[in-house]
């Protein structure tokens, strides 16, 4: 049997948090089939797959002092969180980690060559809940201000172009 992804973790979880929710007796409801439809609406709400609220965004974006580089959620696991990577080189490795680390109760930037570069302490669920401007220890000592973004994930395509854009609106 293969290892459970993070996203089978979490609907598992969700499923046994829902175990302990109690169905309406047959005296709060007027028939058997509104029971019976009670309990399909459980069976499907612990049945469905964790919001992405839980698990944490598709990416978010890091801006530091020299650059800025956007990190991506991988399948990998760290203190009960999931961890993020930044693009790295052709050959897989380099690039970023941005992940918690269960040690020091921090969200921790890391490189694989030089190990933590900064820190932000606190019990946060997934980079959602530190979005914004903060300030991050460095892992040498002294603090900076590390910018974290989430991209805004939209339904429908939309967006405009700018007027004076539009080839079919010059007059040449």
């Known amino acids: 049997m293969s290892p459970a992804t993070p996203m089978e973790e979490a ?8 175990q302990s929710l109690e169905l309406p007796d047959a005296t709060a409801t007027s028939s058997a089939q509104e029971q019976q439809h009670a309990r399909k609406r459980l069976r499907d709400e612990v049945c469905q797959a964790p919001s992405p609220a839980v698990i944490g965004p598709p990416e978010v974006t890091v801006q530091f002092r020299w650059a800025v580089e956007t ?11 999931v961890v993020y990577r930044s ?11 941005l992940s918690y680390q269960e040690t020091t109760a921090a969200w921790e930037v890391s490189s694989s060559s030089g190990g933590c570069l900064y ?7 997934s980079p ?9 220890q460095r892992s040498y ?32």
């Open 141 to 172: 000592g002294g603090e900076c201000n590390l910018i974290v973004m989430q991209k805004v994930h939209v339904e429908e395509d939309s967006g405009w172009l700018e007027p004076g854009l539009l080839a079919f609106d010059r007059p040449y």
């Open 11 to 18: 609907a598992g979880n969700l499923a046994k948090d829902h």
């Open 119 to 125: 820190r932000l302490p606190g019990n946060f669920a």
């Open 71 to 81: 990190f991506r959620r991988t399948d990998l696991v760290e203190g009960a969180r």
């Open 128 to 136: 959602a809940d530190f979005v914004g401007s903060r300030s991050w």
């Open 87 to 97: 693009r790295g080189t052709v050959d897989g490795k380099g690039g970023l980690k």
